[in-house]
């Protein structure tokens, strides 16, 4: 008599062939892997690793270099435009800037003591609708051995007058001659300079060549400079 397999018994078969065919499959694979891993290992310079910031180191006034001992670190940027107003640092010493609230339209100046490098006072100048006076008063009052730092924004130049141009080219200034209406200038001269100073810097305001539109571009002049440097 013939015996035929039951279609449960059948059913159950083809499960258990199924369940063998995957876990050997796993196995295989897991196998593979763990070799692979085990023999395969990728050079220090290909394997992820987190990105690094190059840090720069800053100096006094944001220098990328330090001064020489016994020098002044200083840093001066005329303002932009009529937008963003100048900035001055002496020896890590932000003495005017927007953020100080202490910068004005026109001229902005601070003084400071030659040999010590000690901030004397400092006072923005309107040279568009202000008093010329008080800018030539203020010139004539500097004490001696005293620096004078200077920068732009926006007009500089519409108020000034034959004596404050003296005053200025007699600090050392060659551009102060003719400064004009929203040039670009940075300086820094010294009472009673017998001759020009190295410090400064002059952009003539001409739509041929402004990046801003009616401004020519800011200037930033740094750098360091010995106790009294005239």
């Excluded at 159950?12 to 692979?36: E, G």
């Excluded at 568009?128 to 008080?134: F, I, R």
Aim: aromatic share 10%.
């Amino acid at each position: 008599m013939r015996v035929s397999a039951s279609p449960c018994s059948a059913g159950v078969l083809r499960l258990l062939a199924l369940i063998f065919a995957i876990v050997t499959t796993w196995m295989f694979i897991r196998s593979y892997m763990s070799f692979s891993m085990k023999t395969i290992r990728l050079p220090r310079w290909l394997a992820a690793s987190p990105t690094k910031e190059i840090q720069v180191k800053k100096y006094k006034c944001g220098l990328i270099k330090p001064c020489p001992a016994n020098y002044f670190a200083f840093k001066i940027c005329s303002g932009a435009a009529n937008v963003v107003g100048p900035t001055m640092c002496f020896e890590d010493r932000m003495i005017m800037s927007p953020v100080k609230n202490n910068v004005g339209r026109g001229l902005n100046i601070a003084l400071v003591n030659g040999t010590t490098g000690a901030v004397l006072g400092q006072k923005a100048f309107d040279m568009y609708s202000g008093d010329v006076m008080h800018l030539v008063k203020f010139l004539k009052e500097i004490p001696g051995g005293a620096l004078v730092l200077v920068a732009s924004y926006d007009d500089p130049g519409t108020k000034m007058n034959d004596e404050s141009r003296k005053l200025f080219s007699d600090l050392g200034s060659s551009y102060a001659k003719q400064l004009g209406f929203r040039d670009s200038w940075v300086f820094i001269g010294a009472k009673d300079l017998r001759g020009k100073s190295p410090f400064e810097q002059f952009l003539k305001n001409s739509p041929d060549t402004n990046k801003y539109e009616g401004w020519p571009e800011l200037l930033e002049m740094e750098g360091c400079m010995p106790p009294k440097p005239f």
